[in-house]
């Protein structure tokens, strides 16, 4: 019990300073705001970059941000795992210079599986996607 | 039915159009290879800027690949068309340098709602990902 | 706006009398427990005909309680709504003789979409599943 | 490999000899019409008892039959194996009366996590649903 507490207190600090020099948040400029036990909070700020032919935000960067902080709950409990799956419901559209939030909850972190949900809101808290995913721990014991 | 078909032609050429100057396509450096009724094919070469804290490639960008390859094939049909939901299984990781392919199928393009799949292979037809989607037509008749 | 209310009463009223001679409910023993704007919940006992080859509850009858209590929330707010889509996520395994329950809460009721959430616990409170859907409105104005 | 081809040879007679005593399988009368190395075919006749409050087919007799088509093709590469998440495309409706048949094929089979898709068709060929899935091997090596 207190090995595994020592276990995700060094898994959250590992990741924090993985977080500082990640190539893909700083292609994305997503940033680590919270990162504890299961929990993880992943900002982006929507650029022009990021529009589609429509003219507006494009599914799969919020599907990115929310992948982002998936990864970052699911790995402080478990390290290393990987997604198995990821399935994004979009409930209203992003627009340019909104301030998005993900925020990710480990559900449940099992030996085999763990399973994860998300949501992404806006700077005026308006809910703009929830998401859902199952990661598999790569060193079971 | 001829009505039908030239709507389809129209929405082709205008999406090819769209995809040259298309933000989000530049930004990520994915290109539309192939276009017709109801397919689309999206290529991305991945970069070091894809990469996570695992030191693989990150699931997000995997993500965004298939759902180019799904914005454009569902568009293709009935134009515009968004998403509702979009759900992704990872299969094998891909690695810097890979070359990868999205291609997208329409299986079902209802008046009310849309239902594709995509598979994502890499330069050697290694199976990468599996993706399905919901699209909703937004100007419904 | 009070026709809009009137309409979901309306839809709860008959949701509810429809739920006592339901062939479904009745074959599968599945019980409305509540109904209200957008909430459902439905209740369940594992009874032996529900056990698999592996000899623990089947994974399609915990979907199928799932189910029941998605389509009578998504119903009660815009009906007749039908599921395009519905996705389980396993958390724990139901035993027989576990009496399970459904409840379900719409997310989001839109002219063209609707997405719900949905839990199942055991007589316990433990989580069994997570589900997600999405509906579409048939009538739309 | 040799080892891997005897251990599917049993899993397959182990699981055709338990179908035909399996509660669910007898309760909701579906049969295991074929299987073999990662595939099975389920088939269901829609009856009276499946209807739901809208007067068609219930969605969750449609995922109970996938279900059962992914348990039997998960399972014949390795048993045991349980769902971690199941998600379902609904494409057209089923009809008292259709015999409905479930087609399932396991796409990957890994140490730690199995994918799988399924195909539900009606007595004329139609495509009624689409399904994938995730298993997770209990006894890993």
């Given amino acids: 019990m207190a090995d595994e507490k020592d276990k ?7 990741l924090r300073e993985q977080s500082e020099a990640e190539p893909i948040a700083s292609f994305l ?9 299961g929990y993880a909070k992943v900002t982006m ?10 003219g507006v935000t494009f599914g799969g960067i919020i599907m990115a941000l929310a992948d982002q902080a998936f990864a970052y709950a699911s790995n402080s409990l478990v390290y290393p795992s990987v997604a198995s ?3 994004t419901y979009f409930i209203a559209g992003a627009r340019m210079g909104d301030e998005l939030t993900a925020e990710c909850r480990v559900i449940k972190s099992g030996k085999r599986a763990g399973f994860s949900e998300v949501t992404i809101t806006n700077q005026e808290g308006r809910l703009i996607a929830r998401a859902t995913g199952v990661t598999i721990p790569l060193n079971q014991q």
């Fill in 29 to 37: 400029k997503m940033e680590l705001a919270e990162l504890s036990e």
């Fill in 45 to 54: 700020k929507i650029t022009e970059d990021y529009q589609n032919f429509h």
């Fill in 85 to 87: 799956h990821f399935s």
């Fill in 8 to 14: 995700i207190n060094d898994n959250v600090s590992w």
